[in-house]
């Protein structure tokens, strides 16, 4: 077996819940790095909607089927409309609850670690401006190295911005969700107190993501609702309606 097909059935096992341990982590933390296996995800998760979808049409066309040929069977001239509004009733009702079934279903399934990881993509590394102060956690972020990241970051008697910035990244991509909220908050309170927006808009749709790995999504809905409404956001694309509406199934739940 290749690589690949590796890959696919370790893509299939995941949405079958199935994975635990370390192949959950390992499998979460390459989704997150590698843009192709992220869309084989997505394209796997919508072959098995649409999979679902289709045994509900048989299901449900099977059932009109019988339902047409009981009333060709019968005698037309003698059958009582009340037997035959019965089975219009019954054929409704059974097809209200297979529906039923199927987004109850698609509801339950749904969790904020899955929207997490379908939607989270790493920070691409751009020019910040307003920020005078390099970072020294830069340049280990570009290669990767989260855990030297957070330890850098400890050490830090006065982090800059985008300290707080890389090192919530960092916290996010080991699964640290509480850590990750704790830096990006600390970031938009020191903006507010100085009156700036250095990384203003990427802070936000960070805090979101973490808010989502951390199983609050009533946190995330706002922020999330914010940057959907808002054009000119920088990550107003990363926030569809369809996402959105998901979230807001989720802080319900």
């Known amino acids: 077996m290749n690589n690949n097909d590796t890959n696919t059935d370790l893509l299939i096992r995941y949405l079958d819940g199935e994975l635990e341990g370390t192949d959950l982590v390992d499998l979460e933390a390459k989704v997150s790095k590698d843009p192709s296996l992220k869309q084989e995800l997505e394209n796997l998760r919508n072959t098995q909607v649409a999979v679902r979808s289709y045994a509900l049409r048989q299901q449900v066309g099977n059932i009109h089927n019988e339902m047409m040929k009981e009333f060709a069977g019968g005698d037309k001239r003698s059958a009582p409309v009340v037997s035959m509004l019965r089975k219009a009733f019954s054929i409704a009702a059974i097809f209200i609850v297979v529906v039923g079934g199927f987004f109850t279903y698609q509801y339950s399934s749904l969790s904020s670690g899955k929207l997490f990881e379908s939607n ?94 951390n199983n609050q999504a009533a946190k995330a809905l706002p922020i999330l609702t914010k940057i959907h409404d808002d054009k000119q956001h920088l990550y107003h694309d990363k926030v569809s309606a369809l996402f959105l509406f998901k979230v807001k199934l989720l802080s319900r739940k």
């Open 120 to 213: 989270y993509q790493e920070y691409s590394l751009r020019e910040v401006r307003g920020e005078t102060k390099a970072s020294n956690l830069e340049q280990l972020y570009k290669q990767h190295l989260n855990q030297q990241i957070i330890d850098t970051f400890l050490t830090i008697r006065q982090p800059s911005l985008t300290d707080y910035f890389y090192a919530g990244n960092a916290y996010l991509a080991q699964r640290n969700a509480p850590a990750a909220i704790q830096s990006f908050t600390l970031l938009q309170q020191k903006n507010f107190q100085a009156g700036s927006h250095i990384l203003e808009d990427d802070s936000e749709y960070y805090l979101a993501m973490a808010y989502l790995q």
